[in-house]
């Protein structure tokens, strides 16, 4: 057996270049409550972009290296180079989340019991042949469940899970949500369809209107067109949503959305004193497809708040137990509710490719990559 | 005895006009739980403004009527028109706050025992001679206290307090506040003190850092200053304050903040991540002197809040019993902790001076005019 496997590094060098490399490492080995999983699927999730590029401007990136040894190489931007700082000449392994076959256990009965299962796992390092884990992190698929199948099982099914877990513990009667036509955001529509809950759905295209209504959503405002605003409004007095998860970050959206909240709001009848409507509203941005300063016009009042989300803080929030049956949920639905399609399967040198890295690096796409290291 | 009294009225007219009026109105009675407060001193506090000018362009103002009898009137902006929808051709009774002398009450015994005692009160209708209110409204001075003392218990008072309970309530160790040199920021300075709570003023003016330094206050930082980013990262190092109320709303400040907290966190040795700190800071808007957009840069992680803050909201949060607790605080430290200076008594025949108006208009700049209706 071979001692050694490959992995992918992201290392940013001293001299302001970042390199993109598929590495040979040490094969792990399972300690007595661990298992070794070789890696069969590992998506490339735009949560991975910021570890995959750092601050490196890939529009500069050469291909250099060998076709069995590729390596990429682009510039960061010296006036960003501090932003890096932590991470120079420090090569960092990829991959957050993925799923394979348990090859081999430790000695523990937890460990022994997986091998030969398939197991999804979120915990970076993943765009690896091979990653050790400790039995219990492991995601146990039902039986016949494939490693592709199972390889995004962690960051869109949970943030999905997360966002409408948030709903209800805050008290809101439905979501908005924005760059809506997304992986997540498709999922979100099969979730909320499901639950019962309804969502009024953001998107910049009108292929991507055709897209969620034929998944059966319900709200689909295109945000490109003239009567946006009212179409929204309509929407929210519809659906009584005073609660956003916004992907866009950047400009005016977060305000737009609690700007529609309220006048959908006094125009249902909602008490609007003289700091308006006293119904909170609230916009949680979780993503930055566009890095520009958010801008929030206030004309709605007092009641609502804007601020951050990340799934693994909300998971660390509602605790253990109640994480646990979330994960649950997705191991049992992950053929329906949670599947996830992918535009193209690659393999860890097809991943150095310049025609994939431009193309995973437009965020929000649709497009997913999904890197198989046994390929 | 009179049938009627003077009151101060704002209306907006259909045809695009603001009226300010003294007008005479009938003398209410007290039922048998309510008593007639004899106003004799009323507060104009920046959140008067919105009501009192609604949506006019004050620099338009022109006096007419009589010296006995006289009226102010300015052009509202045609395109404004909409936002006072809800008041045209209703005088709107001004003034949230005063204190005043109970002249006579209803028959129950909890209305009796309070004739000849000073109270504050909240609740609209203040810039006038007289008003009627529940007994169990009134918040009952004690004995020695002037209406004029007693006359701002509500609006700033509670305001401090109820940040420095949100500040407990929500696990922070210290507080920012803007525009700190207010008379609401010097009444905050002197609660922090009394607590042994940290707090870091920002202001905009050096003679605003002296005075909050004569007060006592430990942590001033000029925002005018080229140092100010530094000057506010070592404060928040020194304080750990993770959560800032903010008068001004508008521009970049929020958004500084939020950095300055996170800079701070990161280098007092808190865990960063890729996202960065996962400790939450908070930014709560509860003023608007700057109109413009909120508009939040994003560099510091996905561990943060912004969002509007209003007193009475919290207060309602927090029941009626803790509120209850706070109002009796105010009234045993009316004369020390919460004092209010005033720069002008007026008249309410004096408020309607064309030089008052646009000196009361200038919000922020820490004078503070007190109508006396009686004089």
């Known amino acids: 057996m071979s001692k050694t496997m490959k992995q992918l590094h992201s290392t940013v060098t001293q001299d302001g270049k970042l390199q993109l490399t598929v590495a ?32 490196a401007d ?16 682009a510039d960061v931007p010296e006036h960003l180079m501090p932003t890096a700082a932590a991470r120079v000449d420090k090569p960092v392994p990829l991959g957050i989340e993925g799923a394979g076959i348990v090859e081999s256990a430790g000695s523990s009965a937890a460990a022994q019991s997986l091998i030969g299962k398939t197991v999804a796992l979120m915990g970076g390092a993943m765009y690896s042949e ?22 995004s099982s ?6 999905a899970l997360g966002m409408v877990e948030t709903m209800r513990m805050e008290g809101h009667a439905a979501l908005v949500h924005t760059a809506a036509a997304s992986n997540l955001g498709q999922m979100l529509n099969k979730l909320c369809i499901n639950e019962g809950i309804d969502i009024v759905n953001i998107v910049r295209h009108k292929h991507h209107v055709a897209l969620l209504t034929s998944l059966g959503a319900g709200y689909v ?15 929210l007095m519809a659906t009584n949503a005073s609660l956003a998860f916004d992907a866009i970050g950047g400009g005016n959206l977060a305000g737009e959305i609690l700007s529609a909240m309220e006048i959908a709001q006094a125009r249902s009848g909602a008490a609007v004193g003289a700091y308006g409507s006293t119904i909170h509203k609230q916009v949680y941005i979780y993503g930055g497809l566009d890095r520009s300063p ?10 609502w708040g804007v601020g951050g989300w990340l799934m693994p803080t909300f998971m660390e929030k509602i605790g253990l137990e ?4 979330l994960r649950k949920k997705v191991a049992a639905e992950i053929k329906t509710t949670f599947a996830s399609v992918y535009s ?18 437009k965020k929000a796409t649709g497009d997913k990559y999904l890197i198989c290291p046994q390929k």
């Open 24 to 55: 040979t490492v040490d094969k792990p080995e399972p300690s007595d409550d661990e298992v070794l999983i070789r890696i069969e699927a590992s998506p490339i999730n735009p949560s991975d972009l910021g570890s995959f590029f750092g601050p």
């Open 58 to 73: 890939m529009s500069t990136a050469t291909a250099t290296g060998t076709s069995d040894n590729p390596m990429l190489v």
């Open 130 to 151: 091979y990653r050790v884990a400790k039995a219990d992190q492991c995601l146990v698929m039902p039986n016949g469940i494939t490693p592709v199948e199972a390889a």
């Open 154 to 159: 962690f960051v869109n099914p949970l943030t």
């Open 221 to 235: 405002c295109d945000s490109t067109l003239a009567t946006f605003n009212a179409d929204l409004v309509e929407a």
């Open 294 to 303: 958010t801008q929030i016009g206030r004309a709605f009042g007092m009641a």
């Open 322 to 325: 109640a994480a646990a049956k």
């Open 344 to 361: 193209n399967e690659i393999s860890l040198i097809e991943a150095l490719d310049l025609d994939s890295i431009s193309a995973f690096g």
